[in-house]
C-alpha cells in the first residue's frame, strides 16, 4: 500500500512539470511576441492565467473562492497572501483577474523554461543587495504607471512546513503606501496540502481562497509600515486558524 502511495505521489509530480510544460510550448510565439514591449503585458497576463488555469485543473485541483470585496477591473492594488507552495503563483494568477507584476527573488530566474518568462515579465529583487531593493520601487513606480497591479508574497520565501504563518517582511506595505494603492489580503487554505514542497505528498481536491476587505492606505505615511504588516498578518492568521477549526 505504501509503495503503491509513493508510486502514486512520483507520478502526480511528474504530471505537475507536464501540465507547466504543455502550455508553454503550445503558446510560445504567442508568449514570446507578448513579452517584446512592456506595453504588451497584458496579453502576456491573459495567456499567464491560461497556463495556470489549465495547471489547476490538470492536478485536479477546485477552486472555491469567497470574496468580501470585488476587485475593480480599473485600479491598481496590492495583492498580499500567505505563501507556502509552489502553486501559488497559479492560485493568485486564477484569482486576481486584474494584470498584476509578481515581485519575486532573483533566483526563480533560474528555474527550467517558466525562469525566462519569470525574469522578463516580474520584478526581480536581490535580497543581499541593496541597490537591487532599491530598484524595485522604481520598477513597481513604472508598472503602476501602466496601470497594473503589484503582487507580493510577504513572508518572502515558503517557510518550513512546521512554520504555521511566519513573519511578514514590510517591503510589500511600504510599496502600497509609498504609492497609495489598496492592499488585497488574500488567505490561501490549502496549498500546502494539496502540493507541497515535500515530495511524497498531496493530491487534488478543493483549493479555498478568501480574498478579504482591502485595506486602504490614503493618508498613511511610511511610519505606519509596520503597523500595516500586522494588520495584514492578522487578517490571514485568523482566516487561517478559521479554516484548521472548520471539519
Request: aromatic share 12%; with cysteine; glycine share 4%.
Amino acid at each position: 500500500m505504501i509503495v503503491l502511495k509513493h508510486l502514486f505521489w512520483l507520478i502526480y509530480r511528474i504530471w505537475f512539470y507536464i501540465l507547466v510544460a504543455i502550455p508553454i510550448l503550445v503558446l510560445l510565439p504567442l508568449l514570446l511576441i507578448s513579452i517584446l514591449k512592456e506595453s504588451w503585458y497584458p496579453l502576456f497576463f491573459r495567456l499567464a492565467r491560461l497556463w495556470a488555469g489549465f495547471i489547476l485543473i490538470g492536478m485536479g485541483f477546485r477552486t472555491k473562492i469567497e470574496s468580501e470585496q470585488e476587485i475593480h477591473p480599473k485600479k491598481s492594488y496590492m495583492f498580499v497572501a500567505n505563501h507556502t507552495s509552489m502553486i501559488d503563483i497559479m492560485l493568485m494568477l486564477v484569482v486576481a483577474k486584474n494584470p498584476f507584476v509578481f515581485v519575486g527573488k532573483a533566483e526563480l530566474a533560474k528555474m527550467p523554461l517558466v525562469g525566462f518568462f519569470f525574469k522578463r515579465t516580474s520584478i526581480l529583487v536581490d535580497r543581499s543587495n541593496q541597490k537591487s531593493r532599491q530598484a524595485v520601487f522604481l520598477s513597481a513606480q513604472r508598472r503602476l504607471n501602466q496601470g497594473l497591479s503589484i503582487c507580493i508574497f510577504p513572508e518572502g520565501l515558503v517557510p518550513d512546513e512546521s512554520v504555521f504563518l511566519a513573519d511578514f517582511k514590510d517591503g510589500a506595505f511600504r510599496l502600497a503606501i509609498n504609492h497609495q494603492i489598496p492592499v488585497v489580503p488574500m488567505t490561501f487554505a490549502d496549498c500546502r496540502k494539496r502540493f507541497s514542497y515535500t515530495f511524497f505528498s498531496g493530491g487534488p481536491g478543493k483549493m479555498r481562497v478568501c480574498v478579504h476587505k482591502f485595506i486602504d492606505t490614503k493618508g498613511l505615511v511610511v511610519k505606519d509600515t509596520k503597523a500595516l504588516n500586522e494588520k495584514v498578518r492578522k487578517i490571514i492568521l485568523e482566516q487561517l486558524k478559521s479554516y484548521k477549526n472548520k471539519p
